[in-house]
């Protein structure tokens, strides 16, 4: 289907957080985005683990993922918005 | 916890407060806020997600000279259509520099007068194209920013390891922070804040752009690319502006790093030096370009393909040679460069104007048939615009919506490209 190939294919050029499934060579890792495996280049970001995430760009991971953060500034969005419905009850 | 950066609800929540705030900053400037999006990802997700729409009124969304295709000048589009020309060789890019429109021809058209002109998604399978073809001549487009420079940089370096003798890079790789310097320098640019491209700082980190608020006194933050990211950023950054604090902020935390990927800065200066390059809209930047070293020179196509020029502008060093106006005189010239008639792309990259207002726009410029690159590629401008605000006339009617959360919601779910 077009549609589904374009959208993956997008996902590994912009950028969409991978998850690694496996390391089969230093350099290099199998990700997973949206069910679709795909071998990329770990020449930028050093060692990884299957488990971890990484954003990836044109076949290549430009970063690991610090899903902590991501979690922390959720939590602050969570506390805001209950607040407000606190207050407005 | 990925999907949660995509939930529909929290989006619909968030845009709320990101309203009421833009709200409460419109009424105190007694105009609507002007932002700039850097980056072209950003100006596909803030058109895709129906986010441009939501907020128009208090907030004007400007797009910036972030899509590494439309910034790519007409005399490099030239210069690749004339490699695409040379027996033997094949041109592998991007697919969107594909249908970008030189004066005469475009990639697209000499592949169906027989040329060679292979779509990759990496340089790494450019890479395996000439490892897999030893009689092609393959050259690779290396266009792109920071955060494709180094993976350009980790192909060359593969190449030298395999000692590949038909492989070659046409860098036209340019550096955000000096356009952004040019950008705020030429002192025509209104806008009160800057969203910054969380991927190119993903590898310089945040502080490489901290001149932004510390020179020109204007915000900064650096935003990711799902719908929380975004609109949790242009919070931050509504805040920022309200207090009158010019910081730049690293709002992509889980990603970015505030000195950024050292591996991948280091790998773009191994293999890259930077110097003056050319940008449409721009003229020539200084210090804006990377160029492949001369350790690497049999992999650097200009120096390969020497002579190989389009007709009109012959000689090797294309890139570096100073054509328009530099930045340094001021103004913008578009020098020799053959810009396409009544495209006013390069007015658009300065976040002069928006698609609309351009003459061509929707009637001899779409996606079917583009005038310009901020058409063709699916990080311009013009293309976005045309995708997702010209064919919404919902979007009014949803901005005037009390609440705004219904329409907000379902705008927020497809951001799902
Ligand atoms: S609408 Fe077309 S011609 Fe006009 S600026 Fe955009 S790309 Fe250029």
Redesign the pocket.
């Known amino acids: 289907m077009q549609f589904k190939k374009r959208r993956t294919v997008a996902a590994m050029c912009l950028g969409i957080p991978a998850m690694v499934v496996e390391v089969p060579e230093k350099q290099w890792a199998v990700i997973e985005v949206e069910g679709v495996r795909r071998k990329v280049g770990l020449h930028l970001v050093g060692e990884v683990a299957p488990g971890d995430y990484l954003m990836v760009h044109a076949g290549f991971a430009v970063e690991k993922l610090e899903l902590a953060e991501a979690e922390a500034r959720l939590a602050i969005w969570k506390e805001l918005l209950d607040f407000e419905r606190a207050e407005e009850a | 916890m990925l999907k949660r950066l995509n939930d529909p609800q929290l989006g619909r929540e968030m845009i709320r407060k990101v309203r009421e705030r833009a709200a409460r900053l419109t009424e105190r400037l007694g105009r609507a806020v002007t932002l700039m999006e850097v980056c072209g990802t950003h100006t596909m997700a803030v058109s895709g997600t129906g986010l441009r729409g939501l907020l128009s009124g208090l907030v004007e969304l400007r797009s910036g000279p972030g899509c590494p295709v439309c910034v790519t000048p007409a005399r490099d589009i030239e210069q690749i259509i004339a490699f695409a020309r040379l027996s033997g060789v094949t041109v592998a890019t991007f697919g969107d520099m594909v249908r970008v429109p030189g004066a005469q021809s475009s990639l697209e058209r000499e592949r169906a007068g027989g040329a060679r002109v292979q779509i990759v998604y990496s340089p790494a399978d450019a890479l395996q194209l000439a490892r897999d073809n030893p009689r092609w001549e393959v050259i690779f487009i290396g266009v792109g920013f920071e955060t494709t420079a180094p993976l350009a940089a980790v192909s060359i370096k593969q190449a030298a390891e395999l000692g590949l003798t038909n492989f070659s890079i046409y860098s036209v790789h340019k550096l955000v922070p000096p356009v952004m310097g040019a950008l705020l320098g030429a002192g025509d640019l209104k806008v009160d804040g800057f969203i910054l491209p969380g991927h190119v700082c993903a590898v310089t980190g945040s502080r490489a752009f901290a001149f932004i608020g510390e020179e020109y006194g204007i915000p900064a933050v650096v935003a990711g690319f799902t719908p929380v990211d975004i609109l949790d950023a242009l919070y931050v950054l509504l805040d920022l502006i309200q207090a009158g604090d010019h910081r730049v902020v690293n709002g992509y935390r889980w990603v970015v790093r505030d000195d950024g990927n050292l591996k991948a800065q280091r790998a773009i200066t191994d293999c890259f030096y930077t110097g003056d390059a050319a940008w449409r809209g721009f003229g020539v930047v200084e210090g804006s370009g990377l160029f492949i070293r001369d350790q690497y020179a049999q992999y650097d196509a200009t120096q390969k393909f020497a002579g190989a020029g389009p007709a009109s502008v012959a000689g090797p060093g294309l890139a570096t040679e100073r054509v328009g106006k530099s930045t340094t005189t001021g103004g913008f010239g578009t020098g020799d460069f053959l810009e396409?008639r009544?495209?006013?792309?390069g007015e658009?990259l300065r976040g002069l104007i928006t698609?609309p207002d351009?003459a061509?726009?929707g009637g001899k410029?779409t996606p079917a048939s583009?005038?310009?690159?901020?058409?063709v590629s699916s990080e311009?401008a013009?293309a976005a615009y045309y995708r997702y605000v010209t064919n919404q006339p919902r979007l009014p009617g949803v901005v005037n919506a009390n609440s705004g959360a219904a329409g907000s919601g379902a705008g927020c779910r497809k951001v799902e490209l």
Not at chain 2, 342 to 345: D, H, K, L, N, V
Not at chain 2, 370 to 375: H, L, N, Q, T
Request: charged share 5%; glycine share 16%.
């Open positions: 396409p009544g495209c006013r792309c658009l698609p351009c061509l726009f410029c583009p005038a310009g690159p901020c058409m311009g013009c």
